[in-house]
Nanobody, 132 residues
Framework: QVQLVESGGGSVQPGGSLTLACVGSRWNLHHYAVAWFRQAPGKDREWVSCINNDDASMPVYAASVKGRFSISRDSAKNTVYLHMTNLKAEDTADYYC????????????????????????WGQGTQVTVSA
């Protein structure tokens, strides 16, 4: 099964940008829907974005990040990215990528604010801190 490793986290000032990477191994991520979640200290895990593995589907975003974050795939690198711009203090969290082998059900879930329980494969997380 696929293994996921996130990278790219760090500290940034408000208004800054970061790009997180989720690298897949053992299996090609092209077979999977991939999502990003985040968890701030003392809060529940929150869905951020999801991308399906078909060209017909548009990525989807949580309202809190829409217009500031974008998700993309690089098939050659077996990597999914989360590009984050205009970062705010409330974006501070541990960010996790998650994957689930694609199917019609998975594609539908990915396009409709998916629950964390829908994804069977997770990375270890990368920390993002936004502060002045």
């Amino acid at each position: 099964q696929v293994q996921l490793v996130e990278s790219g986290g760090g500290s940034v000032q408000p208004g800054g940008s970061l790009t997180l990477a989720c690298v897949g191994s053992r299996w090609n991520l092209h077979h999977y829907a991939v999502a990003w979640f985040r968890q701030a200290p003392g809060k529940d895990r929150e869905w951020v974005s999801c991308i399906n593995n078909d060209d017909a589907s548009m990525p989807v975003y949580a309202a809190s990040v829409k217009g500031r974050f974008s998700i993309s795939r690089d098939s050659a690198k077996n990597t999914v990215y989360l590009h984050m711009t205009n970062l705010k203090a409330e974006d501070t969290a541990d960010y996790y990528c998650a994957a689930e082998f694609s199917s019609e059900v998975v594609r539908t879930r990915c396009s409709q604010e998916p629950h964390a329980g829908y994804f069977g494969f997770w990375g270890q997380g990368t920390q993002v801190t936004v502060s002045a």
